[in-house]
């Protein structure tokens, strides 16, 4: 059935709900089961402990780790510990290994290991073997259920041999190669296996031309691989070329998704993704510690103020125009940030260069700088009748953007220079450090040229 919108999404649930509640379980299971998977997730998670309880009496393992497998991974711990051990592990021997294993990091890890014990051996062991691997890398995101041919097999050997497994491999679109030592040595697409001569030998028929990751590579720098390549899958070697396990493309849509969420966050000046289950407190203690660094970058901000105390007594005006500019420049910057942690996450920044992706931000900031000070100079003159203050505001208004402008796009990229990740330079911090700069930049043009203000 085709993906549901939300509302007959809940048309259809009210239907598999009476048959659920009045314990019709071949009804429930025949309407239920003829969802999609998603669909048949996004109705789980919105049904209370009773009905998810009734849901997990009335499916089969099996059917139950599919709906698991595209239910939100921010929910998926949960629903597991709830569930009968025996029951939730059977779920987990069904599920993809990489999938399981991604749920089984979000669990303390007595409960990991109460899991494991209970699971079938041959489960338990992919399991394990794929927990060792570091988060964020290769190792931890691949799959061992793959379709693995060895060169010296013929055509006609290699798709009987893909007829016995294809039903546990994840996808078959690709089918790796190998020699007698286990070393990733070609591919072969499923279309060029079909279209092959029965009696050719896979060496014959193989390319040789494969890209592989190690696996230790970070999960980052993969899912750009598999996006600038388009490929559906991508190998996974260890040091001696020994083909480990594949990384779907579902697998990288998960990552990606996972690493915008990040970015995202450190972005908005959080220092870890906050998940919509979190509580109050442990929402304020990810977002507190950047909070009280611009705390003490917001003071830095009120002693420069406080320096210029007495051209303010002066000139008293010039306060009106302190959000103005320090707004200003705080948009530009983060503007600039976020073309520049941009162009890192996509590679852009290594094909054209640092220089020139500051050059360019320092152009655009010439060019906006401009613009609005003109723009401003003649308002301002006209609102005040003071062609020298139009120009005092419009020429800090020029600057503050060139050098906002700059800044947002030098400091990420000098982070990242340092294997620091770039988007801690958070739009907040950006903010705050241009706000002091503007406000020195206002200030001291403002001191240097009071004779033609008062």
Same mark, same amino acid.
């Given at each position: ?265 450190? !972005?908005? $000046? /959080? +220092? ?9 407190? &442990?929402? *304020?203690?990810?977002? #507190? ?102 120009? !005092?505001? $419009? /020429? +800090? ?9 700059? &800044?947002? *796009?030098?400091?990420? #990229? ?41």
């Amino acid at each position: 059935m085709e993906h549901l919108e939300q509302h007959e999404r809940m048309e259809m649930w009210e239907k598999i709900q009476k048959a659920l509640i009045d314990e019709k379980i071949d009804q429930f299971r025949a309407e239920f089961l003829e969802l999609h998977p998603y669909d048949q997730a996004k109705i789980f998670e919105e049904q209370d402990d009773d009905i998810r309880f009734l849901i997990y009496s009335y499916l089969s393992p099996e059917e139950m780790a599919e709906v698991i497998e595209q239910v939100d991974r921010d929910l998926v711990a949960a629903y597991i510990i709830e569930m009968v051990p025996a029951f939730a592990t059977k779920i987990l021997e069904h599920m993809s290994t990489d999938d399981a294993v991604d749920i089984l990091n979000e669990l303390d890890k007595n409960k990991v290991a109460s899991f494991l014990t209970i699971m079938d051996k041959k489960s338990s062991e992919e399991i394990k073997e794929l927990l060792h691997y570091e988060e964020k890398t290769a190792g931890s995101i691949m799959t061992t259920e793959f379709v693995v041919i060895n060169t010296k097999m013929t055509v006609k050997d290699a798709m009987r041999h893909l007829r016995k497994e294809a039903p546990s491999a994840e996808t078959i679109y690709y089918i790796y190669v190998v020699d007698s030592y286990k070393k990733l040595v070609g591919v072969i697409s499923l279309r060029d296996l079909i279209i092959a001569e029965g009696d050719w030998l896979i060496q014959d028929v193989m390319s040789e031309r494969v890209v592989s990751v190690p696996v230790g590579e970070d999960q980052e720098d993969i899912a750009q691989m598999m996006r600038d390549y388009d490929f559906l899958a991508l190998p996974v070697v260890d040091f001696q070329d020994h083909l480990l396990g594949i990384i779907t493309v579902d697998d990288i849509m998960d990552v990606m998704e996972e690493e915008a969420s990040d970015d995202y966050s450190k !972005l908005a $000046g /959080i +220092s870890e993704v906050e998940r919509s289950g979190d509580t109050a407190l &442990s929402s *304020a203690k990810k977002r #507190l510690p950047w909070l009280v660094i611009l705390l003490f970058l917001g003071m830095l901000s009120a002693t420069v103020i406080g320096r210029f105390e007495a051209t303010l007594e002066q000139v008293a005006i010039l306060a009106i125009f302190i959000p103005l500019i320090a707004g200003m420049a705080g948009n530009t910057g983060t503007q600039a940030l976020a073309v520049a942690v941009r162009s890192i996450s996509t590679g852009e920044m290594e094909k054209k260069g640092k220089a020139s992706v500051i050059w360019r931000e320092a152009k655009t900031g010439l060019i906006t700088g401009l613009s609005c000070g003109i723009i401003i100079t003649i308002l301002i003159a006209i609102w005040q009748s003071n062609i020298f203050l139009g120009l !005092l505001v $419009g /020429i +800090s208004i020029m600057a503050t953007l060139f050098v906002a402008t700059v &800044s947002g *796009a030098f400091v990420p #990229l000098v982070m990242h220079r340092f294997n620091i990740d770039p988007a801690v330079a958070s739009g907040p911090f950006i903010t705050t450090l241009n706000d002091l700069i503007s406000i020195f930049i206002y200030f001291g043009l403002a001191t240097a040229f009071m004779s033609f203000l008062v």
